[in-house]
């Protein structure tokens, strides 16, 4: 995996972590995959790839996640630096539905494990997910059959999925936000709530904002381009501008902060809407790094 020079990832971060992952586990497992011929099944030629994606080295990888190397080392790298705990942290998204979903959307789904996570919590549910990277999408479909779980997957934009208007009860995003413009978040947010049905909620799960501005060191942590950028704004706040109501915001673990929004129709207390209700968790499993990280291999 080539990763960008004379970044703090690539100084301390990266040799750190080469030592804790299992790097001859993830090597047979990129070896064992035909990538060009998996992702042919996801990729579609009418999705275009947008420059804010295909020209930045997202997480210090050198040609960010449209490479079969990124979707390889994406969970083992993920579950040591999503603090205290991956699980805890997909956790709460999970927690906070409240809603009786019978089609879930999760949108920019990477290799899947909130996606998965969603699928254990609602297994009568229609489960999509949807990403611009089709490697990304060959190690989440792995991950899904290794599981058991019946989850589809779709080569998109999240800003234009092109999928049916009022189709959804559940819109979740985990982790994107802080690795795109303020612009397309904001079209992301406004795709939502025309893809939700009304009484659908929109969560949004990704780092700390305020933690953001206020510690400026954790923006050079990591190489992500658009992460300063996400750090000045709120989601919160564009969530309310795209239209949704009884927008919140609270934080999760100090460094991570979940969003939820209801799409309702002008006027209506959402407080009081029949179609909410307040999810009852079931536990889950520690994530794993391999070969399936949303759950234990031996549940």
């Known amino acids: 995996m080539a990763v960008a020079e004379n970044t703090i990832w690539e100084r301390f971060l990266f040799p750190v972590l080469g030592l804790l992952i299992d ?7 990129g070896e064992s995959v035909d990538w060009d011929k998996e992702s042919d099944r996801f990729r579609r030629d009418d999705v275009v790839i947008p420059a804010y994606y295909s020209s930045q080295d997202f997480h210090g990888i050198s040609g960010g996640y449209l ?32 809603v009786k979903p019978r089609r879930i959307l999760d949108l920019g789904c990477g290799t ?6 969603l699928k254990q919590a609602f297994p009568q549910a229609e489960v999509i997910g949807l990403d611009l990277s089709p490697y990304m999408l060959v190690r989440a479909a792995h991950k899904a059959e290794s599981a058991g779980l019946g989850i589809k997957f779709i080569h998109g934009q999240a800003e234009a999925t092109g999928l049916s208007a009022n189709n959804f009860d559940l819109v979740t995003a985990s982790l994107l ?38 510690l400026e060191f954790l923006n050079d942590i990591f190489v992500e381009p658009y992460i300063r950028e996400y750090g000045a704004g709120s989601v919160d706040t564009e969530m309310g501008v795209a239209g949704f109501r009884a927008v919140h915001t609270k934080d999760v673990w100090w460094v991570h902060q979940l969003t939820s929004g209801i799409k309702a129709i ?34």
Do not use: C
């Open 112 to 117: 899947a494990s909130t996606t998965l996570m």
């Open 266 to 299: 002008s006027g209506l207390d959402v407080t009081n809407h029949s179609n909410i209700r307040q999810y009852e968790p079931t536990a889950q499993e520690d994530l794993q790094i391999f070969p399936s990280p949303a759950f234990d291999s031996k549940a």
């Open 177 to 214: 936000f802080h690795e795109i413009p303020v612009s397309i978040s904001q079209t992301i947010l406004q795709e939502s709530l025309r893809l939700l049905r009304v009484g659908g909620q929109l969560l949004v799960l990704d780092g700390n904002q305020r933690a953001l501005r206020q």
């Open 23 to 29: 790097q001859e586990g993830l090597r047979h497992y």
């Open 67 to 98: 490479n079969y190397n990124a979707a390889i080392t994406y969970d083992p790298i993920t579950q040591y630096v999503t603090p205290p705990n991956e699980t805890w942290v997909r956790q709460e998204l999970i927690d906070a539905i409240q």
